[in-house]
């Protein structure tokens, strides 16, 4: 039997890719390794929701078969990866992160567990995330049914949220890769935390059919990996129009770096003010040395803000009239009354009280965000700012109290909520350390130029090794 | 939804009204705490905590309510962005 070093638990697609097809290993000598350490270290971190081991072997044993007989397929043949627990996996529990719904089974797949199974990759697991995906707002890292998701770099910290389990099991090695879902950071924030690569697709690249819908015009599923590159192989593979989910946007995505534009034809925007006051102290150093490699590739640099809207309210109110009417019976019920967080029953219930009216005066000044941020990247391609100002909260902590430092203008520093009501797609990269703990940057495109971050995303990692430090999980 | 933030700060970032300039613009909010008492004290009464919680959305619209919105803008209605 071969031996499956630690190497291979932080290595990239293409490696373990280019390892399976020289027969290094077989698909299910890995799989068995990655499903014994998903199950030994999972609980761990609070990343692990469900182990899928027997049809894991099962579709490793298929992909040996395929390989045996000189069939490959694409880059993902035989990777192993994790779901975060609200997307849909056939005749397995699927939680949504909450008691309520612990033995919810659905009969279908997902449609991005269709794409990935048709691509021979490995499902190896559920993973933890925070109750409904953090809808109604919630206090505490633990409110999910799993506990809290810890910070594979300390445990005492928490992994993000709401796809806490995703960042963590990236993070420690658990899988190779994994997908979230993001509303508003929830792609980004723990991937920032637990310092991973995670990609926000453009609204509408990705079909959600077969995931939870906290709200129906924000909601996204992306890639959380190892490096850029990985998250272009993934987002390849589960992007594409789905007649089957009305925000479909009826687009493929095709990663090709091989077309990418010369640094000098792209402008990048940057607010200082993010660097000099948003950041916490500590980070600081961090995020300004970020900046400099950035600069030092030749790219066309360009101060920026974002133009002045209330960016946070205009979310939360439209978040609240879409989930109030998606979880309006489960609320009624007093089924919402058995979730973990007070704090998180209290939003939802509130939820429902939202007055029409609030929503669609939300949703008209959305209409002015998405013209003022279009019209911001007609000056600059792509944005670039930390994608939190910190590090990860520890896991003790109240997150409605939280007040880090501010900054005397808006800069980039409402980035999270402005993208995510634009719609528009964001990477964030592992940038260095404060405190000992990841932090990150990210960048912000134009709808669909996904390939334009993945471009500045590999220059800044072949020219930086943050996204290949590894934490002490095995020490 | 990503970390929450402060009360005023709905859903990952700081909004770009300060309690200050909030306070100059709302006087019906200037009334009530910005900080409800159900979030800043613990533990806290389940009522307590959904008056707390309905008092965070009210005060997010408010802070809405105060862009300037031309009559002619219609709601947002397309969520798949333009390139």
Not at chain 1, 254 to 277: C, H, W
Not at chain 2, 66 to 78: D, F, H, I, S
């Amino acid at each position: 039997m071969a031996d499956i070093s630690n190497d291979i638990f932080f290595a990239s697609i293409s490696e373990i890719s280019a390892k399976l097809r020289a027969k290094e290993f077989s698909c299910l000598e890995l799989t068995r390794a990655f499903c014994d350490r998903f199950e030994r270290l999972g609980p761990r971190y609070g990343a692990l929701a469900l182990s899928l081991r027997e049809q894991a072997l099962r579709q490793a044993r298929d992909v040996d078969s395929e390989l045996k007989r000189g069939r490959t397929r694409g880059p993902l043949q035989g990777i192993p990866y994790g779901v975060k627990d609200l997307i849909a996996v056939k005749d397995q529990p699927t939680t949504w992160g909450a008691r309520p719904f612990a033995g919810q089974v659905f009969k279908d797949d997902a449609r991005v567990i269709e794409k990935l199974n048709a691509a021979r990759a490995i499902l190896i697991g559920k993973l933890s995330m925070i109750s409904l995906a953090g809808g109604g707002n919630y206090r505490s890292p633990a409110a999910s049914m799993t506990g809290a998701g810890r910070n594979p770099w300390d445990r005492d910290r928490w992994s993000g949220g709401s796809s806490s389990g995703s960042g963590a099991a990236v993070g420690a090695g658990l899988t190779t890769f994994a997908l979230g879902s993001e509303t508003s950071g929830s792609i980004l924030t723990p991937s920032a935390f637990c310092g991973v690569t995670g990609l926000r697709p453009t609204y509408g690249l990705v079909s959600r059919r077969g995931a939870m819908a906290l709200s129906w015009t924000l909601d996204k599923i992306g890639p959380m990996c190892r490096s850029a590159e990985d998250c272009a192989l993934v987002l390849d593979e589960i992007a594409g129009p789905d007649g089957a989910d009305p925000g479909s946007a009826g687009k493929n995505f095709s990663y090709t770096p091989k077309l990418s534009r010369k640094p000098q034809e792209i402008t990048i925007g940057y607010a200082p003010v993010d660097f000099d006051e948003w950041a916490e102290p500590s980070a600081r150093a961090a995020f300004k040395t970020a900046l400099e490699v950035i600069k030092g590739f030749g790219f066309r640099m360009k101060e920026v803000r974002l133009p002045e809207f209330p960016y946070g309210a205009v979310l939360g109110t439209i978040l609240a009239g879409e989930a109030g009417s998606i979880f309006e019976d489960f609320i009624r019920s007093g089924s919402v009354d058995l979730l973990h967080d007070a704090r998180q029953i209290a939003g939802m219930k509130s939820y429902v009280d939202l007055p029409a009216i609030d929503y669609l005066r939300a949703m008209r000044v959305r209409s002015l965000i998405q013209q003022a941020i279009y019209d911001l990247l007609l000056d600059a391609n792509v944005l670039l700012t930390p994608t939190r100002m910190g590090v990860a909260d520890k896991v003790t902590d109240r997150l409605d109290q939280s007040n880090g430092p501010q900054g005397s203008s808006l800069g980039l520093s409402t980035m999270i909520p402005a993208g995510n009501l634009a719609g528009l797609p964001a990477l964030s990269l592992p940038c260095g350390f404060a405190d000992g703990l990841p932090v990150a940057i990210s960048l912000v495109g134009r709808a669909f130029y996904e390939n334009q971050l993945v471009q500045i995303g590999n220059m800044y990692q072949k020219a930086t090794d943050w996204h290949r430090r590894r934490p002490p999980v095995d020490a | 939804m990503g970390r929450p933030c402060a009360v005023l700060s709905a859903y990952n970032g700081p909004m770009n009204v300060s309690r200050r300039k909030l306070l100059q613009v709302l006087p019906v909010a200037a009334a009530v705490p910005l900080v409800p008492e159900a979030v800043a004290q613990a533990p806290v009464a389940a009522d307590a905590e959904l008056e707390g919680a309905r008092q965070y959305l009210r005060i997010g619209a408010q802070v809405v309510r105060q862009v300037q919105l031309p009559m002619t803008t219609e709601p947002a209605t397309r969520f798949v962005p333009r390139n």
